[in-house]
């Protein structure tokens, strides 16, 4: 007898797309289960979409907050910008790649697109990650990507949740170029990000292991593997320490819907040699707009960036 399956199925309306398509078809978005060559060991129970919650994020807009960024590196700091996008789409966990159009076995996402932007001395820096995590907020992130350009080169990092965790790494450095691994799979600092716009009270606490964000990773060229961590969350401020780096972590929140991010903090030690200090960064929130963004690309629609304070 095959086994049953609960399906909910909600109607609405346009899932995001970055595409030249301004009208889809309505889509279906469910809580399904996640194909086997995604699974990892459930987190807890399925997480349970209040009508709140479909009617902030099934909207067919992206969520976009602009932040004023203090970036440190290479000992100094360094002024710049930072936004984090928001936005549910459907994706293929097969493939882990975002699906042009609905079928059964596609998986709900809340997508995080997190851009930093700053300058050190004469050259810029442009850091993008990118997390796909499930809507049920039972399973892993299923794909989490970094992308690091600046003029002495550009690097790429890339996982992918299957059997285990596969990593591929590009990049013009020596020590850290071509690389191709594996990983048995832990808490991912990328994908707490995701899971506190779904339910902060899930993020996990105490002492665990956890793989740093992919962009401290590349900036500090230290090895991509868990280390370990002790987090603490209470009254909307989420706080990751890591002994080995003497690293603090802390994201700000909203402790009530839709648990926006108002700022964070970044505590390490950062430069080279007689240049290392402890240095904090800090990003402070300045405008959110929900806006469907991939449909405003005319010259006229450039008064969108002047509403989020983005000069860059």
Known sequence: MKKLHIVMLIFFGIFASCKDNSTQKDQVLNNEPIPEASKTLPKSPAFEQSQEFKDYWYAGEAEITSYKLEQARYGEMRDGSAVLVFVTEDFLPKKQVKADQYDKTNTPVLKLNSTKKFNTGIYPYSIMQSTFYPVS???????????????????????????????????????????????????????????????????????????PSMEFIRLKHIEMKPYFAKAINKEGKYTIYYNEFDRKLTINYNPNFPYEITSWEETFKDGYGTNAKTLTTKATKLKTIKSAYWNKKTNADGILRETLQLKR
């Open 137 to 211: 907020n039972n399973q892993h992130a299923l794909k989490v990507s970094c992308s690091v350009q600046e003029w002495c080169g550009h690097i790429y990092s890339q996982l992918n949740n299957r059997d285990l965790f596969e990593i591929t790494s590009h990049s013009y450095f020596e020590s850290d170029a071509d690389q191709e691994f594996t990983l048995e799979k832990v808490v991912l600092e990328n994908e707490l990000w995701t899971q506190l716009r779904l339910d902060p009270k899930s993020l996990p606490v105490g002492d665990f292991e956890i793989i």
